[in-house]
């Protein structure tokens, strides 16, 4: 079990425990006492288990919580929420209750009441966005509802339009009745409240499904179960403290979800990535190092300082950071292993290409190598472009050995569609039926080559069910064509595919590092398909039709 999880489990039991010693003291062993002062102790032991838990919730989040605005808006749910629980304690426990300050702590209680849930509905807007982001003006006026409301209840004593009191100022705890404001007053608590326990749900809905976050939804059902019971006279409990540990509860569930994002198991994040790297103090000493990474000796790390070092299969990379430094190493062992690879296969197309002639020869002897010759025919007709293209781009990683790491980058990307395009011939040869999830695997090895080239990618697809494989080829070539017209100048592209009633939907952005002044011709099935240009964008949207192609 990580150490951070260990962590956590360690400090849930603690406040478990925590919290059921203070309850056993309030439901438990403070009705069995007579004595006063043991029945004081218990109260006073009870609060100091509970407040310090608040404070320490306030002063975790400021050390985990990234977001500057979410950080400042919990602490101030959490000081209102202290503020609350201090005021519980002197109404009740240290003051006269006929008193002034008892009545007047009273009111206090709807400091937190009123402004938590408003600042509630604030976290809820803030989550999902950046760093920078601030809310829209319009909510802040909302703070204009909530200090008039403050107001009212706290000039009750000269109108008496929240509690009115029959019996006179000194019997308000227990002869009291509520005035018309009250129903403003608690109508602004619910309703804040509903709307960010439901905010809080649908933000941790998990995209693309129906599904929810389970911690979220699990303690918003046991939060809204609780004060409907509440309200029903089924539970009895001091609301204070349960209502203060159901808020942090919500927000704290925020936070283990990664609605709030935090500083959490970054340590362990590091050490099981897979980039090799490790980060050492300004003497060289290593403090974090991934599981991969490789031992560095301090001459090899102040090379590295210089400029990238190259270690046969991979490079060494050096970034200053405050208090050190950190290392990584690239790994390009694949790229090397490709080059090999290409070489040889560069060799074997060669041989394979006196085989194919062989084949020819003995058409008229055997009617299977007849077939077989027509098929590869068919393959080297469709694909010669793109296999005379590749023996340019080798021929120039030759002559050019300086430019043979992108030239050879761009060799893997034809050589991605050489490959799928065949299959999608023996593939229709086979049967004119097959599923739409084949352009999705073609489109994702293609893109996957692409990154070789030094370009970003993204891809989603939603292919279900099954097509004819001449639209999926249809669909594929378009794709090829955008790609090679524009490859040397390609910095991003970005795929959607979508099949639905018989029709595939494409759109590829491709993003270029340069504006594009005049957008090459694309072809769909021999027909030239429209291409809107966004500055460095190019945008391509198409209809593949069954039987037929819709630009």
């Not at 019996?167 to 608590?189: C, K, L, R, T």
């Not at 390609?490 to 590829?508: G, P």
């Not at 957008?519 to 039709?545: H, K, V």
């Amino acid at each position: 079990m990580p150490l951070s999880k260990k962590r956590s489990i360690t400090y849930l039991l603690l406040i478990a425990a925590a919290l059921l010693v203070a309850y056993s003291l309030r439901f438990v062993f403070h009705p069995m006492t007579e004595n006063s002062l043991l029945a004081i102790s218990m109260m006073t032991l009870r609060w100091a288990i509970q407040v310090p838990l608040t404070v320490a919730w306030c002063v975790s989040i400021r050390r985990r919580i990234l977001n500057t605005a979410i950080w400042r808006m919990l602490l101030t749910v959490g000081g209102l929420l202290l503020l609350w629980q201090l005021a519980r304690i002197i109404k009740y426990d240290y003051v006269i209750i006929t008193e002034p300050i008892g009545r007047y702590c009273w009111y206090s209680f709807y400091i937190a009441m009123i402004l938590v849930p408003l600042i509630g509905v604030f976290v809820v807007d803030h989550i999902g966005k950046p760093e920078g982001y601030r809310s829209p003006v319009w909510m802040r006026y909302l703070f204009i509802p909530a200090l008039f409301l403050l107001g009212v209840v706290f000039t009750n004593d000269l109108h008496q339009l929240v509690f009115t009191f029959p019996g006179g100022f000194e019997a308000y705890n227990s002869g009291y009745g509520y005035g018309f404001m009250y129903i403003p007053v608690m109508g602004w608590f619910f309703v804040l409240a509903l709307f960010f326990v439901i905010g809080l749900l649908v933000k941790s809905r998990v995209p693309g499904s129906k599904r929810f976050q389970t911690m979220p939804l699990l303690i918003a059902v046991f939060g809204i179960s609780f004060w409907i019971a509440y309200s029903l006279g089924f539970i009895e409990c001091d609301l204070t403290a349960v209502d203060s540990l159901i808020i942090i509860m919500m927000l704290e569930g925020a936070i283990q979800s990664g609605l709030i994002p935090s500083n959490m198991n970054y340590r362990e994040l590091f050490v099981k990535s897979t980039i090799a790297a490790q980060i050492v103090d300004a003497a060289q000493r290593v403090h974090y190092a991934s599981a991969n990474a490789a031992p560095l000796d301090k001459a090899l790390m102040a090379q590295a300082q210089q400029q990238p070092v190259d270690l046969s299969d991979a490079i060494l990379h050096h970034q200053a950071i405050h208090g050190g430094h950190i290392y990584w190493q690239d790994d390009v062992k694949a790229i090397n292993n490709l080059a090999d690879s290409l070489r040889e296969a560069n060799d074997t197309l060669g041989e394979r290409y006196d085989l194919m002639k062989a084949e020819v020869a003995l058409r008229e002897r055997r009617l299977v190598a007849e077939e077989k010759s027509r098929l590869y025919d068919r393959i080297a007709q469709e694909i010669a472009p793109q296999l005379n293209k590749a023996d340019e781009l080798l021929q120039q990683s030759r002559e050019h050995p300086e430019h043979a790491k992108a030239l050879l980058s761009q060799v893997c990307v034809i050589s991605a569609y050489v490959k799928r395009r065949a299959n999608l011939i023996l593939l229709g040869e086979e049967k004119p039926i097959a599923s739409a999830r084949e352009l999705e695997s073609c489109l994702r090895e293609s893109l996957d080559n692409l990154r070789l080239c030094g370009v970003i990618t993204y891809l989603y697809c939603r292919c279900e069910g099954q097509c004819d494989v001449k639209q999926i080829i249809a669909a594929y070539d378009l794709f090829e064509d955008v790609t090679e017209k524009l490859l040397g100048q390609l910095s991003a592209m970005m795929v959607t595919a979508e099949y639905a009633d018989d029709t595939f939907h494409l759109r590829i952005q491709a993003g270029c590092r340069e504006a594009v002044s005049a957008p090459p011709a694309f072809l769909l099935n021999g027909r030239t398909i429209r291409c809107e240009s966004q500055d460095e964008d190019l945008i391509i949207d198409a209809m593949i039709e069954k039987g037929g192609a819709q630009a």
